[in-house]
């Protein structure tokens, strides 16, 4: 990131700001504010921005209008100046404001008076049983009235407390409920009022509200109020349809209103972050290296020869620039997952590109399967549609919505792993295996290798993974010339790969043969050798070296080097040594997960069915590509022969079940492998984001007009 200058006229900021704006990179330096320097009044119009802005928020919230969606309609503006842009607000305020307003009014008198008659009728029905007029319930000048309900336990003991009271000075009439409660209606002399409703207290009486002004029968105060609730619930229906209307013949223009203003808000806000001069305004901003013959001819287009721009790469800003980072728009949910563990600071490589690929690669490697996996695609490919139309998916599911490209590589790469392996939507007498090895029967007979093999290409997967970390580290340490740093990268990746060598190409299961004087070394290739062991297997080319010689050149040396250039860092060093150290294995062996994971899978998936009848079983005729079996004729299972089929129950509620539950635990194992296992070789994070000036849009689009100018001098 380089800082960019840009000094012009005065008079001409605004053509500045909107060139900016159009540039879509430039992040403002606060140079105002590190200067102290005494902020800019604003002027009457750019308050009137906040307060139409506040007026307009409220319409939006009124008409119940989403902000964030599109509405299929876009406004061509021309906010060249901010008079322009006042006058398109206040034409929507004045056409719409006052009657949005007067609706929104009449709605709360409405729904008040709807809710008060509803309490009205639910009193008189509450009353209905004792058979009481509402106005006799109250206080007269010689007694007290009260109703209400008491539970059915506590009735005996409310009438012996009014009677002690009262000295029998009372009448009470009560009605046993199906609710378990008594609704009584008690009257007492005026004078023992108090001590009256402090017994009803105690005794958890209920007293009900009763309506004033309403008398008459309880029956006649019900009919009366429902009259009163169905007109009141017609005209919230004509209300709420008016409001309807405005909402579809003004909405599109009401949103385009309010996002105009946010732009001129942000407009106003950044000029906080502008020096100004008696003639001329100067702006400080971090611009990506890359660009800048890019933002001179923009500036240019619009304000004309009284403009002067410098590039600069002052000290600070290896410590403070921000960190921009650019990807194809498809990456943008794999991008998030970076950021959600930190952005790139300027010591790190961004993984987006490398982790766009291997992150559903492992996660087609544990959640392998062809039915699932393209059930995964569909879902992706649904939620991009329903995020290109604007549709809102709710809180939950608009998590979908956002990694739409990612779940559909990641229903790919299952699909792919489903093809290796053999499963369709669980069942694995559907389609022969294009990795025979990972065949669960091999020639009618049981393959008992089979999780040895899994387990072995998790491993590999792992290594691979970790070795590319690595390099990534070592090519970064290169690039910001840390030699010392970028030795103790080359010697842990030795290190790291001839502990692999000597494990998968010497023994697995023997140290001791790591040291021996005699015999041979074989180099291991990753992938190719699965299934066919380790050392002398047949695939992996013999070294004329012995174990003992490879072990003190790859492993022994190297790790000392390693440790040597790393407790030269002091502290810090002391404590990335230990964690590569441990982590040559450690981390290694945690890719054995993909291995536990897929079984897991398969295991749960074989449970859904076999253990329920199959309700209908769909077999599948035979199919080739390529000259390639993918569905055979029939299928060695279990040492017998059956026709490819899939037992329908089993396999809907397998993936009902195990699709979901294995697929998020999928999901947050292959997240785990790259955010532990992967980023601690060459990841840190730490940086700050890249946030340039640029406006917001989905409901406008600029007018453009040419208003460069030539006749400023600037100062």
Known sequence: MIVAKIISHRDLERQVLLALEEFRAFEFLDVRKQ????????????????TALDRLAKLVSTLDLDSDRSTGQVLEIDDSTLKNSLDLVSEVITSVESEVLEIDTELMVSKTELERQRGIRDVAH?????????????????????????????????????????EGAFTMNSLSLKSGACASVITVPIEMMGAVERILSALEFEVFPIPEGESGSPEYIVEKAENQMVHLTEELLSLQQRKATIHKEWGFRILAAWEILQVEKQRVEIKSQIVYTDQSIKMWGWIPESRENELEPILRERVGSALEVTFDKPDFADHEAPTCISNPSFMKPTEDVVKAYGVPSRHDLDPTKIMWLSFPLIFGLVFADVGQGLLIILIGLAARNAKKKGQDWGAIFNYFQNGAEGLIMMGIFAMLGGFLFGSFFGSETVIEPLWPIFAHTIDGVKNPYRESHMLKL?????????????????????????????????????????????????????????????????????????????????????????????????????????????????????????????????HTVSYAR?????????????????????????????LSLFGLEIIPHHFLHDGHEIAPQLPLLGAIVGTLIVGILEGLLGFMHTLRLHFVEWFSKFYHAGGVDFMPFRARRIHTTQFRKDLAQSSYVVQ
Do not use: Q
Not at 606 to 614: H, S
């Open 35 to 50: 200067a102290g320097l005494v902020e800019v009044k604003r002027s009457r119009e750019e308050e009137t921005v906040f």
């Open 126 to 166: 509450s009353l209905r049983p004792l058979g009481i007029d509402p106005s006799l319930i109250g206080t007269t000048d010689y007694t007290f009235t009260t109703a209400g309900i008491v539970p059915s336990g506590r009735r005996d003991e409310l009438e012996w407390s009014l009677n002690e009271v009262t």
């Open 458 to 586: 998790s491993i590999e997967v792992g290594v691979i993974h970790i070795s590319l970390g690595i390099i990534l580290n070592l090519y970064n340490k290169l690039k910001h010339k840390e030699y010392r740093e970028a030795l103790s990268g080359l010697s842990y990746l030795l290190t790291y790969l001839g502990f692999v060598n000597l494990l998968f190409g010497v023994s697995i299961n023997s140290i001791g043969e790591w040291f021996s004087s005699v015999g041979n070394v074989y180099m291991w290739i990753p992938i190719a050798g699965i299934g066919y062991g380790t050392g002398n297997n047949g695939v992996y080319p013999a070294l004329p070296i012995s174990p003992l010689t490879f072990s003190i050149l790859t492993f022994i040396i190297p790790f000392v080097v390693m440790a040597i250039t790393s407790l030269m860092g002091g502290m810090d060093g002391a404590v990335l040594f230990l964690e590569h150290a441990i982590g040559i294995v450690s």
């Open 594 to 622: 993909i291995f536990a994971l897929n079984t897991v899978h398969i295991i749960l998936s074989a449970v859904f069915i076999e253990m329920l009848p199959p309700l209908v079983m769909i077999y599948f005729p035979p």
